[in-house]
């Protein structure tokens, strides 16, 4: 499976209408011809910096403006720094202000935060269901602490588990993440990737860095990294900002990887999605819908796609052989 690395360097009230409220686009705009430094005329007015001052040092993020009067939305890990200490917001007009958290779901490894300022950008949120592998894309955000920084490539794959965590991350942490070359390093966290008309299509969150399972330091970019797709962040981002806290989808199991393709069902919650669907322990996942599910952290990924509320179909295999289970899935709060 990926290892997922970090980009990060270590309640609401009343509001003017955000980016969250907008209608989606009709489709995604794969195939328009809009240039890169179009798109970054129109998009940097909407990308701030996040500077992170704590005890255990400084560090830096990004965040995508969805409000005129100062709401924003990064990664929960770069969040966490206000936590901390103190986070500051820098813009694009060079001005800055104080940030604190609004709401934070590190499930998904999202949030959203208020500087105290007026008179933004906010970002146009596109949307990613139909958003094809090779769509043109762009990144936009402060790698290593260069504000401003735009780079250029494509979606290199869809539905691709991450785990965000790292190696030691558990389930909790698991990403269904869109694959880009475009050059993302630590710094980006919570930065967009948008399509040539400069709409938002994910959150950029993690990298893929080799030498980190040699025990080496995280490195720069090799070409892939991963963001959060737009239409998942959405919706978290959006009880986030109403209520604080986000609920996730969940099929109510604990799961492990077997000697066979697909996720073994360790534990099944009583009551839950998969108990009032039949599944039992030693069941093995191997479909979600038409979604092949090739090990435990795919099952996850594939749940945390879908709302809370959701029908879905699995394709399980046990000890009476193959078959398909309906499952309605339940809500639950993220960590």
């Known amino acids: ?161 991450v785990r965000a965590g790292g190696e030691n991350g558990d ?27 400069g709409r938002v299509v994910g959150i950029n969150s993690a990298i893929y860095s080799p030498g980190s399972a040699m025990g080496q330091q995280q490195g720069g970019s090799v070409g892939l990294g991963f963001a959060i797709p737009i239409d998942q962040a959405k919706r978290v981002a959006q009880e986030l900002k109403n209520t604080g806290s986000a609920t996730h989808a969940s099929l109510g199991v604990t799961v492990m990887n077997g000697p066979q393709p697909g996720a073994y069902v360790h534990n099944v919650v009583p009551g839950g999605a998969a108990d009032k669907a039949g599944l039992k322990p030693g069941d093995l996942v191997t479909k979600v819908d038409n979604r092949v599910i090739q090990d435990m952290d795919g099952l996850v990924a594939a749940v945390r796609t879908h709302s809370p509320g959701d029908k879905v179909t699995l394709t399980v295999s046990g000890t009476g052989g193959d078959r398909t289970v309906q499952a309605t899935l339940n809500g639950d709060k993220g960590q």
Do not use: W
Request: glycine residues 14%.
């Open 1 to 161: 499976s990926y290892v997922g690395y970090h980009l990060g360097s270590n309640g609401g009230g009343a509001s003017a209408i955000t980016s969250l409220e907008q209608q989606p686009p009709a489709r995604s705009t794969a195939n328009t011809q809009g240039s890169v430094s179009g798109v970054a005329q129109k998009v940097l007015p909407s990308v701030a910096q996040l500077q992170i001052e704590s005890t255990d040092g400084s560090g830096e993020g990004s965040g995508i403006v969805l409000s005129q009067d100062g709401y924003i939305l990064t990664n929960a890990h770069v969040a966490q720094g206000a936590e901390q200490g103190r986070l500051t917001a820098v813009f694009n007009d060079s001005r800055s202000a104080q940030v604190r958290v609004v709401g934070s779901d590190p499930s998904s490894d999202l949030a959203v935060v208020k500087a105290d300022i007026t008179g933004l950008t906010p970002a146009e949120i596109g949307r990613s269901d139909d958003l094809p592998v090779g769509a043109p894309v762009v990144a936009i955000g402060s790698p290593f602490g260069l504000s401003g920084t735009v780079t250029s490539g494509i979606i290199s794959a869809k539905d691709r588990p």
């Open 171 to 197: 389930q909790s942490s698991v990403l269904n993440a869109l694959q880009t070359d475009a050059a993302i390093n630590p710094g980006n966290s919570g930065g967009p990737l948008v399509d040539m008309d």
